[in-house]
């Protein structure tokens, strides 16, 4: 089993700290004193640590480690979720799943059949969504946490300038695989790993106008076969396609 994986809050070249839940989880459940070791994510590498000083007070409990040695991370998918805002839970699961398998980056998007209550609320909501991610990707033991953006509309993300392959998810989509679209990339970043955005509508699927906004600025679709996944089902697929394809 590997070992829990703290994710500090503050770091530099030889220190961590924890602070808020963490460091009151370490401090006060697990008793922790100068000399405890324990494994530290630190802006996206892993160290394996040792307790320095363990700071007890009401709100603010502060646990700082001594960082002794760097240890193999794996670095996470190449890959940017575009992802419609829809019904919060099913996306807050989608957030954690894709987490889970690996996402670098989740960008909520407000899509045309976003509901409109939905969309108001979403932008009060990146502070949850950014937890949701921290949690998972330390359940995971992953050696980094996906950046969770603030909420756009559609448009603005699909008209950024490509830092990579972009490829739309559409359940219209026939003929193109997913899988066919990840290989084309890999052949073009040769040596390198490609870089991937991968959009994902909402329950309403995407609009007609916006399949030709997509294709306009040069997203491909795709497929993930010929039945209709939920959303957050289409997340988990496509990330696996991905990672099957590049890990
Ligand atoms: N409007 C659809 C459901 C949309 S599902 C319906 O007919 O009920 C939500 C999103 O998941 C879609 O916009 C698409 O991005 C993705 N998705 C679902 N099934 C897919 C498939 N078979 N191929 C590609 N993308 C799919």
Redesign the pocket.
């Known amino acids: 089993m590997t070992r829990r994986r703290w994710i500090a809050e503050h770091w530099d070249e030889a220190t961590a700290t924890l602070v808020g839940a963490q460091a009151e989880h370490m401090a006060r459940v697990l008793r922790a004193q100068p000399g405890m070791e324990a494994d530290v994510v630190a802006g996206g590498r892993v160290f394996h640590a040792e307790v320095a000083a363990v700071t007890l007070a009401k709100d603010s409990s502060e646990v700082r480690l001594n960082l002794v040695a760097e240890l193999p991370a794996d670095p996470a998918l190449p890959v940017t979720l575009a992802l ?1 805002v ?1 019904k919060f839970d099913r996306m807050e699961w989608a957030i954690e799943k894709a987490t889970e398998l690996g996402v670098a980056e989740i960008a909520p998007v407000i ?1 045309r ?1 976003t509901e409109k209550h939905l969309a108001e609320a979403a932008q009060k909501r990146t502070q949850r969504w950014q937890l949701i991610a921290r949690e998972a990707a330390q359940q995971a033991r992953r050696s980094d946490v996906p950046l969770v953006h603030e909420p756009c509309p559609l448009a603005a993300r699909v008209r950024r300038p490509a830092a990579g392959a972009r490829i ?6 026939r003929t193109t695989t ?1 899988r066919c679209l990840v290989e084309e990339a890999q052949e073009a970043a040769s040596e390198e790993m490609p870089a991937l955005e991968i ?8 609009a007609p106008a916006e399949e030709a906004l997509f294709d306009a600025n040069g997203w491909r ?11 957050e ?3 988990i ?2 990330l696996a396609v991905i990672a099957s394809c590049l890990e």
């Open positions: 419609a829809y899509a059949r739309v998810l559409a359940e219209q989509e997913l959009a994902i509508g909402p329950e309403g699927g995407w679709a795709a497929s993930l076969g010929p039945r209709i996944l939920r959303a089902t289409a997340a697929c496509a």
